[in-house]
């Protein structure tokens, strides 16, 4: 085989997917309660030719100039703010009239800048490129403006709600560091505008990356005969295979050949190598240099004050007390693999990183007669998503109705409108973009591109855009999704339901705008109802005959088999969370690759191929879960928290639904995500759901839940 382009890589490559939210920001698009039209002010947002919430088709150079006119218009309107006379400042021109600039600007150019990780031509992705760069800056430099910042300290709120805005608004400002003399002011500002440039180039490179293998027919055995099919053939009669996504797992799940992985897993893991890894470091070095303006000790110090966790500490805490107990288990699971791989081959010694995957498949065939191929026969992506907003309409009381004929950035992206079941009113708007493109962003996230807010008395409808890469429909087949795949939809229909049930007032507390290490309770919560037997039926159907759905005892082992992922998915959460923390505390250079290999190995006991880069491709130390991607196993507490309360009441219980949607979903970040989630359960939560799940007892020493 052939690596051509070898120039990037990815995660451990574990089997589980990446679950990102992008940098989730500010609002966009109309919603409202009674509305329809854009509020004066606020261009409309489609072109003449368009239908649809959002904008889908520019001329070269358009992205670019409405990118700078939404700035001007922002501009102007903080002038206005700032000249307001003293003894007539309100909240009404001051803090409420900057968080609707903010709100239209932010509404105006995420659009925009989702461009850049969507759109199929390189010239206009690279402007909305450009425009993901403009708007970090535009924020960057708004909130170290010390008049706007002076103005807003000299409002008197009227209400908790104002005052919650108030709060968090200010909090904005000095953590931009306001209360800094101006010369340092000026440069953490310019620290962060270059820490945005690296952050938005690490990401364009994974986006362009085209690293492709080529293979002989023969050097593909394991994989269906219909699979190497689809792979492009040369004129040599060798077939190329991507290192997207789904061609990287079909591979690492069926190949039965071990180099042959390896050559994948090499590949993968070395994509943008040299030019990430020091996109990432350099990155590391300046956000220290930030956080010791700022008076922090280290960068986990400067992002981790505020949210739910409150300190490094506590972090570090909750993390350390799973280590043990989990490596004990990780043992144990890659014992249970090394038997499977000695039944195929006697002399093995060991079990390499590129054999994970594909022995877990094994263990899943052999202990669960679990066929995943099979099993994906009777999930094509139109049955699930059927399922899935029948589900959650039913639980939550809305409708999704296909928006047909909308016009979207490529031909396979599907529009959805989402409206109250009661009365029919539009919430919000839901475009899914399913399958891998030249170009397009690799893996999953969902992305608030449009906050909704209230705004001259109407409700701005949110709009959220989920970014999937499915297998893609070939053969005359549809897309079919294996059960980590349906888990994944869930998992960012999960992220989009908090953005577009929002009735939260304002933008910046908007949906999924919350602690962030909150942000990944409701999609992890949803997560769960890919695993409910019952559920899994009801989102079923035979591709051939969509009447017939998975057979119960083949539902059965689709759910047993979960079990055997869920060691190697807790410890690459774990891994990946206490290689963020390494970096982030550090307070000298990184070596990023030799800290990422020595955590992984320490945590699960399997050292990752010395020439492998995971850090080159781990989007979120990035995308904005830098000193935060702990948060996944924080929010898991939560997250099963919530689900325990459904499996007490009922799964598809509509009560305890519309509690979860008024109580948490609703209120976007009005209240600290540990406050709403007590309303909701009625009670302080536990961390016992959380224990059971991974398999281990609760660690006694330490505050071992958040
Ligand atoms: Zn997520």
Not at 359 to 386: C, N
Not at 592 to 620: K, L
Not at 625 to 636: I, N, Q, V
């Amino acid at each position: 085989m052939l690596v051509s382009s070898l120039r990037k890589s990815a995660a451990f490559g574990m089997g589980a997917l990446a679950l990102a939210v992008f940098a989730v920001a500010a609002c966009g698009c109309l919603h409202q309660t009674t509305k329809t039209a854009p509020p004066a002010g606020i261009p409309n947002e489609s072109g003449p030719d368009e239908t649809g919430p959002i904008r889908a088709n520019f001329s070269p150079g358009e992205l670019t100039q409405l990118s700078e006119t939404a700035a001007v218009a922002a501009n102007a309107s903080f002038a206005r703010i700032a000249a307001q006379p003293s003894g007539s400042r309100t909240v009404e021109n001051t803090l409420l009239a900057f968080e609707t600039t903010v709100g239209d600007y932010r509404n105006m150019v995420q659009p925009l800048a989702l461009m850049g990780n969507v759109h199929p031509d390189p010239a206009i992705a690279a402007e909305g490129i450009a425009c993901q760069e403009a708007e970090g800056a535009f924020l960057t430099a708004t909130y170290s403006r010390r008049d706007l910042f002076d103005a807003m300290q000299n409002t008197v709120p009227r209400t908790p709600e104002e005052a919650r805005l108030l709060a968090v608004t200010v909090r904005a400002f000095e953590k931009n560091g306001l209360s800094l003399p101006d010369e340092n002011l000026a440069r953490v500002q310019a620290l962060k505008d270059d820490l945005n440039r690296l952050e938005v180039r690490f990401q364009a490179n994974l986006n362009n990356d085209s690293t492709t293998l080529e293979f002989a027919p023969g050097e593909l055995e394991g994989l269906d005969a219909s699979k190497i099919a689809s792979f492009p053939e040369t004129t040599n009669g060798t077939r190329l295979v991507s290192t997207r996504y789904p061609d990287y797992i079909v591979v690492m799940t069926g190949a039965t050949r071990g180099e042959i992985r390896k050559a994948m897993y090499l590949a993968y893991n070395n994509r943008q190598a040299e030019e990430n890894t020091r996109l990432l470091e350099e990155a590391i070095g300046l956000r220290q240099e930030i956080a010791r303006e700022l008076g922090y000790s280290t960068w986990a110090d400067h992002r981790i004050e505020g949210r739910m966790a409150g300190n490094t500490s506590s972090v570090m805490r909750f993390l350390s007390s799973l280590q043990a107990p989990l490596l004990e288990k990780s043992l144990a699971h890659t014992r249970q693999l090394l038997e499977v791989k000695r039944s195929l081959e006697p002399a093995a010694a060991q079990v390499n990183p590129w054999d994970v995957i594909y022995l877990v498949e094994q263990t899943k065939r052999r202990k669960f007669s679990f066929d995943e191929e099979q099993v994906r026969t009777y999930f094509p992506i139109d049955r699930v998503l059927e399922g899935l907003f029948q589900l959650t309409g039913s639980l939550f009381a809305v409708r999704f109705e296909e928006v047909k004929g909308a016009s979207a950035w490529s031909p396979d992206v599907r529009l959805f409108l989402v409206r109250n079941e009661s009365d029919g009113t539009p919430i919000g708007h839901l475009y899914l973009d399913p399958y891998p493109r030249e170009g397009k962003y690799g893996h999953f996230a969902a992305e608030n591109v449009v906050l909704g807010h209230e705004r001259d008395g109407q409700y701005v409808m949110p709009v959220a855009v989920i970014v999937a890469n499915f297998r893609a429909p070939e053969h005359g087949r549809p897309s079919l999704l294996a059960p980590d795949e349906i888990e994944t939809l869930f998992h960012e229909t999960g992220h989009a339901l908090h953005m577009l049930l929002s009735s939260a007032p304002y933008a910046t507390l908007s949906g999924a705008e919350c602690e962030w290490d909150f942000v990944e309770t409701p999609s992890q919560a949803l997560e769960e109802w890919a695993w409910d037997p019952d559920i899994l039926v009801s989102i079923s159907g035979k591709y051939e005959n969509l009447s017939e759905p998975i057979p119960a005892d083949q539902v059965e082992r689709v759910v047993a088999s979960r079990t055997i992922d869920l060691t190697p998915t807790y410890a690459r959460l774990l891994a990946n969370s206490l290689e963020d923390m390494r970096y982030h505390t550090a307070t000298g250079a990184v070596d990023v690759t030799g800290v990422a290999h020595r955590t992984y190995e320490e945590v699960t006991g399997i050292a990752p191929h010395p020439e492998t880069h995971q850090p080159a491709t781990f989007e979120h130390m990035m995308g904005g879960y830098d000193a935060g991607y702990y948060g996944y196993l924080w929010s898991k507490v939560y997250a099963l928290e919530i689900v325990d309360e459904f499996r007490r009441t009922g799964m598809t219980d509509r009560a305890t639904g519309m509690r979860l949607r008024h109580t948490v979903l609703e209120r976007g970040n009005m209240a600290d995500g540990g406050l709403l989630l007590e309303e909701f359960l009625g009670r302080q939560p536990g961390a016992e759901a959380f224990f059971e799940q991974i398999g281990i007892d609760p660690v006694p020493t330490g505050p071992a839940s958040p």
